[in-house]
């Protein structure tokens, strides 16, 4: 990993150091976690669900998806 220093006004501090005891975790924990949650959420190339829809991609490629959910869901209508 790679050391970074950044400056925070104290509210934010005092705030981060409260969440991160509230969820059992070290501020700088918290803040790697806040940072890959806002990279994955605003920036699609690096989404961990982009990278599971690449690797997933082509598993179906010789069923139709929608005629296969459909005949799972044939009995559903007579289910009470």
Do not use: F, H, N
Not at 4 to 19: M, Q, V, Y
Request: negative net charge; glycine residues 4%; charged residues 30%.
């Amino acid at each position: 990993m790679i050391r970074t220093i950044i400056s925070l006004s104290a509210e934010d501090k005092i705030w981060l150091e409260r969440r991160a005891r509230e969820q059992g975790l070290t501020m700088t924990e918290l803040v790697r976690r806040s940072i890959a949650l806002y990279r994955d959420t605003t920036d699609p190339e690096c989404s961990e669900v982009v990278a599971l829809l690449q690797q997933t991609q082509g598993l179906w490629k010789d069923v139709d998806g929608l005629t296969y959910q459909e005949e799972l869901r044939v009995d559903w209508g007579s289910r009470s």
